[in-house]
């Protein structure tokens, strides 16, 4: 049995939460361990509880690194939510004292600005980089090189379904009220779709007008959440390239709000992704595995 002792921060974003680790100096739980560690400090009622663990860590080529695992133990590639709390987190314990910083990530670069009052950050807006619709890309098994606004079988119903990349795997289905949608069935079947060979991130997303929408996530690894970050990017993104939605939207989830705003790069559509993210409480662990 292995035994590791250490301090972690629990935090959320608009009620996503995380087990927030300092790697930066040592590796606190070895690679090997780190599946097994994570499903366990992420089993609610057992443990601390979370939708999944946050590893701080050393880059070679920028600031520092974010590392993220599903509560799964899954190492997931981008968390929009994740990194707020994982920004916060660098600032407010002096690990970085910048409010600007690069963030290495799976999903490629994430450049983070802070907004600091009182040596604290209240916010933070992070230019979550430019969107891919390329199937090969998702991945996605099927036969068009991109899956924009066309329908997927589900079971018994069929959706019309945006297959979307900010890093990470975004299924978009806008629907006229998504308070109708079952996301305990529908999430998991669609999340789990052969034709989604790593899984998918899903989101139903109502529209309220062209500059604010409401969304709710059943997100890959950790079922339904309170909000997701790469998702409202993708549902805006998504929804501005069809036309529907403005460069500017103001995203309802069921944990609070977010800001995104797109932007057009040599072709492509990107986003920064604006909102807060909360220190819940610090604490120790004897963590036996």
Not at 90 to 100: F, Q, S
Request: charged share 25%.
């Amino acid at each position: 049995m292995s035994n590791y002792e250490f301090i972690f921060s629990k935090m959320h974003g608009l009620g996503n939460d995380y087990i927030v680790i300092d790697e930066t100096q040592e590796t606190i739980i070895p690679e090997k361990e780190k599946e097994k560690a994570v499903i366990k400090l992420c089993t609610k009622g057992f443990n601390i509880g979370a939708d999944g663990v946050i590893f701080v860590t050393p880059s070679l080529n920028e600031d520092i690194r974010f590392r993220i695992f599903n509560a799964d133990g899954s190492e997931a590639e981008m968390c929009g939510n994740g990194i707020r709390c994982f920004s916060k987190f660098v600032y407010d314990n002096e690990i970085l004292k910048d409010t600007t910083f690069n963030v290495e990530t799976l999903g490629g670069l994430k450049i983070v600005e802070l907004n600091v009052n009182d040596d604290k950050m209240e916010s933070c807006k992070v230019n979550m980089g430019l969107a891919t619709f390329q199937t090969k890309d998702i991945p996605m098994n099927a036969d068009v090189d991109e899956f924009i606004d066309m329908p997927l079988e589900v079971e018994d119903t069929t959706f019309n379904l945006t297959a979307i990349s900010v890093g990470n795997p975004h299924a978009i289905i806008f629907t006229e009220d998504v308070s109708k949608i079952d996301l305990d069935k529908y999430g998991p079947l669609i999340e789990n779709h052969t034709q989604f060979p790593e899984r998918i991130n899903v989101h139903f997303v109502e529209i309220k007008s062209e500059g604010e929408i409401e969304m709710i996530t059943w997100e890959r690894g950790a079922g339904p959440t309170y909000a997701c970050g790469t998702g409202a990017t993708s549902c805006v993104i998504t929804g501005n390239k069809l036309g529907l939605l403005k460069e500017d939207v103001l995203v309802h989830l069921p944990g609070g709000d977010l800001n995104i705003s797109v932007y057009e790069e040599n072709g492509q559509l990107g986003a920064f992704m604006e909102g807060v993210a909360v220190l819940s409480f610090d604490g120790v662990i004897n963590l036996e595995l």
